[in-house]
């Protein structure tokens, strides 16, 4: 965090629009202090909406890094499936749609049609 994003409240409300557009850039945010202790944090809604749904999954999966490491090192080793063969092999019927040909239609209707004005 640099020096300039650590400010008094004073400070901020002088400028709380400035700050409010400067806080929607990626990771950009503001300590606003109080006879110099850090008193809160200002950041963009979808920042601090992202922090909160990274917190409840930390909370949820504790032991996350280690099934991330576990799960790229199956991957080095060939060890998966892909979606398609799960899929498969839980008895989902796939629908081949890249060997289904979809023409274009030339031609005109001869149905006559009418100008509504």
């Known amino acids: 965090m640099t020096h300039k994003n650590i400010i008094p409240i004073s400070e901020a409300r002088k400028n709380i629009f ?9 990771s950009k945010y503001y300590t606003l202090t109080e ?10 809604a979808e920042e601090f909406e992202s922090w909160r749904e990274t ?5 949820e999966i504790p032991d996350l890094n280690e099934r991330i490491k576990k799960a790229e090192e ?5 060890d998966y499936i892909t979606l398609n063969e799960l899929l498969a092999k839980k008895g989902y019927v796939l629908a081949d749609k ?10 005109h209707s001869k149905k006559s049609s009418k100008r509504i004005r």
Do not use: C, N
């Open 98 to 107: 890249g060997k289904k040909k979809y023409g274009v239609q030339t031609g």
């Open 55 to 59: 917190m409840e999954i930390m909370r």
């Open 74 to 78: 199956e991957f080095k080793r060939g």
């Open 18 to 26: 400035k700050i409010a557009e400067e806080v929607q850039k990626p």
């Open 35 to 44: 006879k110099g202790r850090p008193k809160v944090v200002l950041m963009s």
